[in-house]
């Protein structure tokens, strides 16, 4: 069992608010981990502030810890690859990932794309690498990002491949879940790095007869600069017809060394006609 | 301060349901110990899942912790025996114990006896040991066990003496909760090994004006076959009389070393004409 | 990132209640403690049982830990002083401070003196020290000692400052909280140390148009004597035009070595005609 920590302090106007207020947040990681006489390494982790999230359910008091995917994930692997049990990606969001931003708080998460699958309730994800491919699968249940009212009985399935080289990364995300309006999503990423600048870029396409929904495309797009201590980024995103929004932002942080960096950064939600910028010192211990 | 853990991956086909599921669980463990100049130890122990139980009554936030017997215990030890105080056993279950079962997940435990006393509020055990006899005293709080409606105010007292040899263990446990119905209880045990095969068997039987109760009387048995890395258990148990179930299982677990088993049970809730199953892996860390 | 704990086990008769019941009590506080390059000092602090406040807001699982001040703190420091946000004290509290109690669970904090400032949501605290002074200021939230309905809008300001030597100390502290009531508050704080006997005194008087405080004044008094392993105090304390109540007591404490020490204590709140004592063993780890 290891623990390590990080923390944060600043000022926020957040989306929905237009006045300024302070911000802070102070948690700790444990890593739990293990190597059977075999070989295969096993471990488990989750982060103090989930710890007792069960402990809400009144009559579920006994049980509680990072319990059923609500938080943290226990994990086995070896020369098979790696399976993962708990709140874990789906394949395609494993695969794809997102695009990048800097901000110090970042509550509504305005960069990410929409993904179906990867809840809050167990999941399943197995991956397995060889050479420069990745390959993803998982089962789990249907994402908030997705639609406001998850059916919580679904089951979505997500497959993901990803091949990288030092200069770039492709990546490539099916997801179905036919059990929620026939939904299916397929997501495309790239990413490459020259000049001390990483362009990654993001495109999905979903159809789906849940009427909020209703099938559509999205994209998301960010150019992060990075010299010594300073990070820049820009990302621009849109994945309004997916339930989400038009969103764009910048942000920065500067690397004062030993683990605190300041950061701030701004971010305009075009679909809700909102904003909402941060600064202060994020902190890992 | 002092860290440990365990977690679980799996497969569970649970008690009421139909379904498989998949489940995942950790949790770390804090273990407080000091010892006096005077050489008295002390100490506590709760896991990081129980933590901020009492957070959730909104009034008290500041209290939390391990606090008042949800979960966790407080002890002193020394010369004079152990004084324990929180979420302890009654001194009956002390004595006694419960007869084995294995399972991954094991919500129901459905193996356990029934006992009267200690609840998740605050109870206090003292336990004294001398040669092959140990001796135990508690005040605490009616079980959930007993009774779905407990009396919170009531605060049963248990009495229990256990003696032990290499070949064989015996125990008895008197529990009184005079103010819910006028209830009694007792219980004995025993336990011996021979030849790999431990067996276990309680018998227990109880008085109560509670209409849902009414006394009657409980057994259990179980035998525990080990051998290497294997261990394999079956159990049958009917405490349906003091308003638990007929019920019986199978389980086995494989050690894979470093800390981590194969596991995997099944049980039949006789009195629920219902099943369960699960199959995964255990760690502990 | 270091852990450190408490705890603590005995009986208690509540204020408000006629009963003596068991107590117990475990928690852990986690430490994260950095340095950056430029050698500024950064951290925080919470304790287990506040790890997971937010997670009672279902909406806001993910966030969690010790959030925008619920509990626990995040701070810098360097040569132009602390910064700290969280759960912090005002400016005048951290300045002028309590009397001292000797409870071994003191639920009411009877001989605490009454605050504006510094609540349980987030607050801004910034200190100074030069040679024997200490500058301190702050922004934060209404407190709960002040009013039971406090305008969780209200930014309280706050100022004060502490001259010490080593022979006595005294503080000054302005609470200033115009936006509810027009409420602001003046306290004083001297203590000196000799013959083994520390002194503390409070004033304070406040001036506010809110209908159930309406202004006054309020005192706090202690003498604690200390002799190798003993501690003894009295204190007398009467806050009740503020809000508060008269109320006085008496308490000891044991040094048992190692971190264990033997407390108890009796308090008399006179305002609402009711007595509390308790009496048990207090742990640190």
Redesign the interface.
């Known amino acids: 069992?290891t623990?390590?920590?990080d923390?944060?302090?600043?000022i926020v106007n957040p989306i929905g608010s237009d006045d300024v207020?302070?911000?802070?947040?102070?948690?700790?990681k444990?890593t739990?981990?293990?190597?059977?006489?075999?070989g295969?390494s096993?471990?488990?982790?989750?982060?103090?502030?989930?710890?007792?999230?069960?402990?809400?359910d009144?009559g579920d008091?006994?049980?509680?810890?990072?319990?059923?995917?609500?938080?943290?994930?226990?994990?086995?692997s070896g020369a098979f690859g790696k399976?993962s049990?708990?709140d874990v990606d789906s394949a395609a969001k494993a695969a794809v990932g997102n695009v990048d931003a800097i901000f110090l708080v970042n509550?509504t998460d305005m960069q990410e794309s929409t993904f179906i699958a990867g809840g809050?309730k167990?999941?399943?994800l197995y991956e397995y690498s060889t050479g420069s491919l990745g390959f993803y699968v998982s089962?789990g249940q249907i994402s908030n990002d997705f639609t406001n009212t998850p059916d919580v009985t679904a089951t979505p399935l997500a497959l993901g491949v990803k091949y990288s080289t030092d200069a770039f990364t492709v990546a490539l995300g099916y997801e179905d879940a036919d059990d929620v309006g026939n939904t299916t999503h397929l997501i495309v990423g790239a990413s490459t790095t020259f000049s001390g600048v990483t362009l990654k870029a993001n495109y999905g396409t979903a159809q789906s007869d849940i009427a909020a929904v209703d099938g559509g495309s999205q994209f998301a797009l960010s150019a992060t600069y990075t010299a010594d201590a300073l990070a820049a980024t820009v990302f621009y995103t849109d994945d309004e017809e997916l339930g989400g929004s038009k969103a764009y932002g910048i942000g920065a942080s500067y690397d004062?060394?030993?683990?605190?960096k300041v950061v701030g950064g701004y971010g305009k939600d075009k679909t809700a006609d909102d904003d909402t910028f941060d600064l202060g010192?994020a902190?890992?211990?």
Chains 1, 2, 3 share one sequence.
């Open positions: 069992v623990l390590s920590g923390a944060r302090m600043g207020a302070f911000t802070s947040r102070a948690r700790v444990f739990l981990t293990g190597e059977t006489d075999g295969l096993f471990g488990a982790e989750f982060r103090a502030d989930n710890a007792s999230f069960d402990a809400i009144a008091v006994g049980n509680g810890g990072a319990e059923d995917g609500v938080a943290g994930n226990v994990y086995i399976l049990m708990g509550a809050t167990e999941s399943v089962a004062l060394g030993g683990g605190a010192i902190m890992e211990f």
